[in-house]
């Protein structure tokens, strides 16, 4: 929880953002635990989870359903999926749980293939498999069962190297990136620059919670390196368009939310990071009385930090990989 001028900022592990006083959160989470665990616990079994899980699973639901009479406006993040390193469990609990509680919006961090694609043929194969991945497992069912989908993108999106060896790999077009991940986000309300064709950062509004979610993309660029050819770092034109129009169009009164993949401060990020998108973080800072979250992944661990205002947060990586347990 972090405290503001009037109260306490609440984040559960949803993304929820709520203000509460510390009477009616302990009030919430007793209402919560009186809800019955027994379809979660078949849930679990079907999808192949512990039994374990399915309790936790209830528990999550249950809490969000609590908080949800006290905030405006809430989501689901994940991020650093990382296909076909991931047992794909996550796209049918995000599915179940968008239909059985008040949050409907899935914001996803980025880096949707793995790193290697195997060489030849097979690392368009890697990338054309997780394409289909991300469509049938997460997307179409979310927002069959009432969800929307936003993505980031991230800096193996859409790019993989044949070996960790090897100086080949397969990278798709910007113009690409852009037709697969933001796939519907017109129909979804989002807002881009029109004057940008390979754009993958755009805003979306809750006009009735008076918050603007702002989607940035910290790798707006194809390099021309034959394997992991998407190159860290921010155009001006993107930079402009965010400071212009999706910052400074902002109604009075309104807060944001962003979103993007690579961290851009210490603590949550490297020192690389820091050097990297230093005029990003400035853009950011400059705004700062807008920002509630600054929201990323890309490291594959859980790591915050309140700095200059902004609270910037990263999350653990979705796919079987063990770089949060050597963090």
């Not at 060489?119 to 054309?128: C, I, L, M, R, S």
Request: proline share 4%.
């Amino acid at each position: 929880m972090v405290r503001d001028r009037i109260g306490w900022n609440v984040e559960s592990e949803s993304g929820i953002i709520v203000h509460m006083n510390r009477r009616e959160f302990l009030k919430a989470s007793l209402a919560a635990s009186a809800v019955s665990i027994a379809d979660w616990r078949l849930f679990a079994a079907e999808e192949g989870l512990p039994a374990y899980y399915g309790e936790h699973l209830a528990k999550v639901a249950a809490r969000v359903g609590a908080l949800s009479g006290y905030c405006a406006d809430g989501f689901w993040f994940i991020t650093d999926l990382h296909t076909p390193r991931n047992k794909l469990k996550s796209g049918p609990l995000l599915t179940r749980l968008v239909q059985t509680t008040p949050l409907r919006k899935v914001l996803s961090g980025g880096d949707l293939p793995e790193a290697f694609g195997g060489g030849g043929e097979k690392d368009k194969a890697t990338v054309d498999r997780t394409i289909d991945v991300w469509r049938n497992v997460y997307v179409k069912p979310i927002e069959t069962a009432g969800g929307t989908v936003y993505a980031a993108k991230g800096n193996h999106d859409f790019t993989v190297r044949s070996s960790a060896k090897a100086q080949t790999g397969f990278t798709y077009s910007g113009l690409e990136a852009k037709r697969i991940l933001t796939e519907g986000n017109e129909r979804r309300g989002a807002v881009t620059n029109p004057d940008d064709p390979e754009a993958c950062y755009y805003y979306f509004d809750n006009q009735q919670a008076k918050l603007r979610y702002i989607v940035a993309d910290t790798t707006d660029s194809v390099s021309d390196r034959p394997y992991w050819g998407v190159a860290y770092g921010m155009h001006e034109k993107q930079l402009k368009w965010l400071d212009t129009q999706a910052f400074g169009t902002i109604p009075a009164g309104w807060s944001a939310v962003v979103m993007h993949h690579i961290p851009v401060t210490g603590v949550v990020g490297s020192d690389e990071d820091v050097r990297n998108f230093a005029a990003f973080r400035n853009l950011l800072n400059k705004h700062h009385d807008r920002v509630l979250l600054d929201l990323t992944g890309h490291h594959h661990c859980e790591m915050q930090t309140f700095q200059n205002g902004i609270w910037h947060v990263t999350n653990p990586c979705d796919a079987a990989y063990r770089d949060y347990i050597n963090r």
